[in-house]
């Protein structure tokens, strides 16, 4: 009887609570509409992909199978049989695990923040945890619910898990199928170890679930998975099993089933387990040394409004310019008196893509630019600012650059090109239009680019199966190793005077290094309470850079005058990350995907092609009553008749439709129907009414 009961709170909950509908039908938008599209099939997983990116579409199923045996660890179920998507023209790098028809959705084009491991194996040990997860909320009420109105039925499963402990657990994954992961990056809790005990101090824990529009507040993968971490530590490898496995028998408990279970079985809560996971923190990163910055900061902060600096360069002896946000005005560039600190706006900006850089006159950058007609494709184009001007000017036809590098003052800019097979190119052309290209070799990834005045080279950051590496362009040779490959992630490069400047983990804290070109020998320059990041040399025997503090990040300078020889090493310190038991996991840093993969993997794995007009129904969800769920979601119009609704949206998100049947005595039997259509770039909806 109480099964029974909860299923009818749950069936209320899902048709009235309007937002809550709304919630679950969710799409990132359409592709462009000249791509053609393939699909891979295994048992287990199907992989769509536009048919210029085979490749990477092997590529990426020859990890999820590497992963699939271990993927599950702590969770009694494996992962959703589930295809996977990918977008190859979306420079604005993300993942997406949802129902409503359940997916994978990859943004493949790599981040350009990013650590040492190259990015589809990134996507593929985070986002394949999601598919664990939501396989074992699935269960108990939540199927059953799923047996009667189909995949939006599952979706309720997600008040079972909160968003940190789903994202958390996520990282943590992520984390322990790597050498060096996203969670042990000292960037990854810089926010938190500047915050300290303030984040324990009140009573009332809410503000830092719940977020704040006056504050600056860490997001829920930093602080989920802390918690996580720390909750799997303490309580054993079953804790989120266990607690999920209660949520699903008994459903009528909603969101509160976590804070329940996780008292029930292990005496503790959510708000308790937030205390006691930072409080540990806290202790551990006290008994750490006192440093002090060795940086002097340039730019002081507002205390009442989080404010970022990024990418400071010197334009002449007496200013600076860098890119400044803060928490009420939109991003913008601006100049700096290294003398008096006074700050003075050149231009706002648009979202930014990759790091300024300047000649002493013209400034260059890339900003991210979504097509007007299909959201899918978002570029990433040049942008030059000129000397007196206030606007900036994009440059034509250049849509995937990154990295502008001026070639001291000869008029060559050099940028890096990322193409939607998954290959980078290094550019550079003079102002007669001639270009010159060096093809990056395989799918390494490019995070960095810079100029050297001294042995007139251009030197880029490199990441690959070996880590993160720095090379240098040699003409008529191409690609040439400097330093060796590492699980050390390297940022922010730049070049001068025979010497390379970048940030680097490799002591454990995110640090200023410079790599000396004549001797080969590798330096840390800074010391920090937090990090310091973005370093460039000015010409006068100073590093500019920014350094952080709990108000955000500041400019700062040093004088190059204390070089602290750095030992290579595969692996950085771990100074700031308390031990944790390790997973016995998969480590895809140990997972290469070689030629003989390639040829193995497309005569096991055929690509056959997806028809578009033949998957443009997919019905994932059915309601026993007839309802419309497009006036559900755009005008919170609910009205619930007798009958049966069926619910359909493809898999490349380009159609959505539904067709409903409806009895009342009034009209007796209605049906209705509509399909919306947007995958030529503008949104075509056909309806139709009988009876």
């Not at 048709?15 to 709304?22: H, L, P, T």
């Not at 810089?190 to 830092?208: H, M, P, S």
């Not at 028998?249 to 079985?265: D, E, G, I, P, W």
Request: proline share 5%; with cysteine.
């Amino acid at each position: 009887m109480r099964r029974f009961a909860a299923i009818l709170f749950l069936l209320g909950f899902l048709f009235i609570g309007g937002k809550s509908v709304r919630a679950q039908y969710y799409s990132w938008g359409a592709d462009a509409a000249a791509l053609r599209w393939k699909h891979l099939r295994t048992e287990d997983v199907r992989v769509v992909f536009p048919d210029t990116a085979s490749a990477l579409a092997h590529r990426t199923l020859h990890y999820i199978q590497a992963v699939r045996p271990t993927i599950t660890h702590g969770f009694s179920h494996p992962p959703l049989k589930i295809p996977f998507v990918l977008h190859t023209e979306n420079f604005q790098s993300n993942g997406l695990v949802m129902w409503m028809p359940k997916r994978i959705e990859f943004l493949t084009t790599p981040s350009v923040d990013s650590y040492s491991m190259p990015w589809v194996k990134q996507l593929v040990a985070h986002e394949y945890r999601h598919a664990v997860q939501y396989n074992n909320l699935n269960r108990g009420l939540i199927r059953i619910l799923s047996y009667l109105i189909g995949q939006q039925g599952s979706t309720v499963g997600l008040l079972f898990m909160p968003l940190w402990a789903l994202e958390g657990d996520a990282v943590m994954n992520e984390t322990e199928m790597s050498s060096y992961g996203r969670g042990r990056q000292p960037r990854f809790t810089i926010e938190y170890r500047a915050l300290g005990y303030e984040v324990l101090r009140r009573r009332n824990c809410d503000k830092w679930f719940c977020g704040s529009y006056r504050d600056f507040v860490p997001d829920h993968y930093q602080m989920g998975y802390q918690m996580v971490a720390y909750g799997y530590d303490r309580y054993g490898g079953e804790i989120w099993d266990k607690t999920l496995r209660y949520g699903v028998r008994n459903a009528y408990m909603l969101t509160f089933s976590t804070s329940v279970a996780l008292r029930k079985f292990y005496g503790t809560g959510e708000g308790i387990l937030f205390r006691d996971a930072f409080a540990d923190l806290n202790r551990f990163w006290d008994s750490l040394p006192k440093v002090a910055d060795s940086g002097r900061t340039l730019t002081p902060l507002p205390e009442k409004n989080y404010t970022t600096y990024t990418h400071p360069v010197s334009l002449n002896n007496t200013t600076l310019v860098a890119l400044k946000t803060d928490f009420d005005r939109p991003s913008r560039l601006v100049t700096v008196d290294s003398r008096t600190g006074r700050e003075r706006r050149r231009t706002w900006t648009g979202l930014v893509s990759s790091r300024p850089a300047t000649d002493g006159q013209r400034v260059w950058w890339t900003e991210y630019r979504r097509s007007l007609l299909f959201p899918e494709r978002v570029n990433s184009r040049l942008v030059v600012l000129d000397p007196g001007k206030k606007r900036p000017r994009t440059a034509p036809k250049l849509r995937n650059a990154l990295y502008p590098t001026p070639i001291g003052r000869s008029g060559v800019l050099a940028w890096v090109e990322y193409t939607p097979d998954g290959h980078y190119t290094i550019v550079a052309e003079d102002s007669l239009r001639q270009r010159t290209a060096w093809p990056m070799p395989g799918f390494s990834e490019v995070h960095g680019l810079a100029w050297d005045n001294a042995t007139e080279r251009l030197y880029t950051l490199v990441t690959d199966d070996s880590g993160m590496w720095i090379g240098r362009i040699e003409p008529g040779e191409g690609l040439q190793a400097v330093t060796r490959g590492a699980y050390i992630t390297l940022s922010d490069l730049t070049a001068r005077d025979g010497r390379l400047y970048f940030g680097s983990i490799a002591s454990g804290y995110d640090e200023v290094h410079c790599y000396d070109l004549a001797t080969g020998r590798q330096y840390r320059l800074s010391t920090s309470t937090y990090g310091s990041f973005s370093p460039s040399a000015d010409g006068e025997g100073n590093v500019l850079m920014t350094t952080y503090d709990a108000e955000g990040y500041h400019a700062a300078r040093q004088p190059i005058d204390t070089l602290r020889p750095v030992r290579p090493s595969r692996l950085p310190r771990n100074v700031v990350n308390p031990p944790r038991r390790k997973w016995p996991v998969a480590n895809l840093d140990t997972v290469r995907f070689t030629a003989a993969d390639s040829v193995s993997s497309a005569a096991r794995h055929r690509a056959r092609r997806y028809s578009r007009p033949l998957h443009l129904f997919k019905v994932h969800s059915w309601m026993p009553v007839a309802v419309n769920p497009f006036k559900i979601i755009d005008e919170h119009d609910i009205d619930v008749q007798l009958g049966v609704t069926l619910v359909s949206q493809n898999l490349l998100s380009s159609a959505e439709s539904y067709l409903a049947y409806a009895w009342n005595h009034a009209e007796g039997s209605v049906v209705k129907g509509s399909l919306r259509y947007n995958g030529l770039g503008i949104e075509l909806e056909v309806a139709g009414t009988y009876g």
